[in-house]
């Protein structure tokens, strides 16, 4: 069976038909469901401009809701021979309704079609996206509250250097996730813009209405200029991937911060022992395998921008067939990160702390500085107190009690974690989810 929306006469020889199909009936199947559904609301707008009958919209909606079904229980495929997502579910609509079903592409082009689907598709995976992270943040935020009174040495260049505290260290990479979730907020309402109805780029002589399917399906607006809308292809990927590369950033360092200091030569953590292997000739060992792998994995999605760049860079405006190698590496990321995120969300709730890392005394000298601000406090001026606690430090002389009073806003006694908080959840509140979601319902229906 050969099934191919744009097939005339001249049959295809089937290596370069293999290369040029290249993944892209694989990497539908995740399109699956969007793709019905971007019909769904094309065809209801078909309806209300004369290109369909009332009765030919019933029983194409009520056949595009069964193999909605199908996709969503992960029972769709797209057949052998068949080119893509769009061909298939054209090709059920005819089998079941004759040729009503191949009216559904009037005013359309698999290029406007393959933007919505990838659209629908990138706004229902950052939603899942965020809220993988807003539990991580959670728990991070409940670490922060419940350790913040166990200090840790802070460290710059690898150097003992100031008192931290388990406080700051989970409730910094609570923070870093915000920052993450604004800019995924930002990617967010760049593609949740409608781009159907700008066909191949150029848009139709058909009478479209593109204000109804944008509120059909639950868009913001409309990509009002159908070269734009054209032109979106690549970027919205582009734009997104930052986004992830930003979580996956945060992810990474905080990996590479929790092997390390379960090392050892450090101790301060201890990594749960499920998440840990052991070695085939060292019988002590205990690998933070989990980590190590979720920091690579992490590392490799900050690659995602650039890899994007690199096929669409130096593109015209208008399509290219390039632009399908963008879904090979964008559209798997998402697990990827997902993975990523739900793997640290476990290990962050399990770890266990060391509480008493400080009562070794190689730990002292991170007290210096308490020293010198104590003596400026008592009116001795900064640099000489400064120099009296160098020169007590050279002379084996430097004591300290290990206490801090740091109270100002951030700071040890003062984590400013409800603050953190509430711009997490008023970041969340800003994605407005539900609006998608109630659409997309209201189209199911």
């Not at 082009?109 to 899942?128: C, G, H, M, P, Y």
């Not at 606690?389 to 040890?412: M, P, R, Y």
Request: charged residues 25%; contains cysteine; hydrophobic residues 40%.
């Amino acid at each position: 069976m050969s099934q191919k929306l744009w097939e005339k006469n001249v049959s295809v020889n089937k290596e370069i038909e293999k290369f040029t199909v290249g993944r892209d009936r694989e990497l539908d199947l995740y399109l699956a469901k969007h793709d019905v559904m971007g019909s769904m609301a094309h065809i209801t707008m078909l309806e209300s401009i004369g290109l369909l009958t009332a009765e030919e919209l019933k029983v194409l909606l009520a056949e595009l809701r069964k193999i909605y079904k199908e996709a969503e229980a992960g029972d769709f495929i797209i057949e052998e021979g068949v080119e893509d997502v769009h061909s298939q579910v054209e090709l059920m609509l005819t089998r079941s309704l004759g040729d009503v079903g191949k009216k559904i592409h009037s005013g359309r082009s698999r290029n406007d079609q393959v933007l919505v689907d990838l659209k629908l598709f990138t706004r229902a995976q950052i939603k899942e996206v965020a809220e993988v992270v807003e539990d991580l943040f959670q728990v991070l935020i409940t670490q922060s509250e419940k350790y913040k009174h166990v200090l840790m040495p802070g460290y710059t260049h690898l150097q003992i250097a100031m008192p931290s505290s388990f406080g700051l260290w989970f409730g910094a990479y609570a923070e870093s996730l915000v920052d993450d979730m604004m800019f995924l907020q930002a990617a967010y309402k760049m593609c949740n813009r409608n781009p159907l109805g700008s066909a191949a780029g150029y848009g139709s002589s058909f009478p479209l209405n593109r204000t109804m399917t944008t509120e059909l399906l639950g868009f913001d607006s409309m990509n009002f200029n159908v070269v734009y809308a054209q032109m979106g292809r690549g970027k919205m990927e582009r734009n997104v991937a930052f986004a992830l590369a930003s979580i996956a950033g945060t992810i990474s360092k905080l990996a590479y911060d929790a092997c390390l200091y379960n090392s050892q030569n450090f101790g301060f953590v201890k990594l749960p022992d499920d998440c840990t292997t052991g070695s085939s000739i060292m019988p002590h060992k205990k690998n933070p395998d989990v980590f190590e792998l979720t920091r690579a994995k992490c590392n490799k999605l900050q690659s995602l921008p650039q890899q994007i760049m690199m096929i669409a860079n130096n593109l015209p405006s208008g399509y290219f067939r390039d632009l399908q190698v963008i879904k090979e590496v964008f559209v798997p990321a998402f697990e990827e990160l997902k993975d990523c995120l739900e793997m640290t969300t476990y290990i962050m709730k399990e770890i266990k702390v060391n509480e008493h890392i400080l009562d070794d005394d190689k730990y002292l000298l991170i007290f210096s500085v308490e020293e010198v601000n104590r003596l400026a406090r008592e009116g001795m001026p900064f640099r000489d107190a400064y120099k009296k606690v160098g020169l007590d430090i050279e002379a084996g002389n430097f004591t300290h009690n290990k206490q801090v009073a740091h109270t100002h806003e951030g700071s040890i006694g003062n984590l400013c974690n409800e603050g953190v908080s509430v711009l997490m959840q008023n970041v969340m509140d800003g994605f407005d989810f539900e609006r998608a979601e109630a659409a997309e319902k209201a189209l199911l229906k």
